[in-house]
């Protein structure tokens, strides 16, 4: 709903598209707000995205590396020459 309000705000208007929608343009105000400056979050959001950077960061160390399975196997086959 905030991506379709962001698409078409500048043709119509927020107050006019919320009108339509189920959402009130103070909302989206607040939404729009905290993606544009992402202090103004609350904390556990805060939180969460500290703690999601360092899981990615966990993963990449040890889980991210290609396995056996991963790897396509491709037989090594000797050149054709002309005799």
């Known amino acids: 709903m905030i991506a379709f309000i962001d698409a078409y705000r500048g ?31 609350s904390a556990r959001t805060r939180r969460d995205a500290a703690l999601c950077e360092k899981i990615r960061r966990v993963f990449d160390e040890n889980f991210a590396s290609p396995s056996d399975k991963d790897i396509s196997f491709r037989p090594v086959r000797p050149e054709r020459s002309p005799l």
Do not use: F, M, Q
């Open 11 to 41: 043709a119509h208007g927020v107050e006019p598209i919320c009108k339509v929608l189920p959402i009130a343009p103070s909302t989206y105000r607040a939404h729009a707000a905290r993606r544009r400056d992402p202090t103004k979050g």
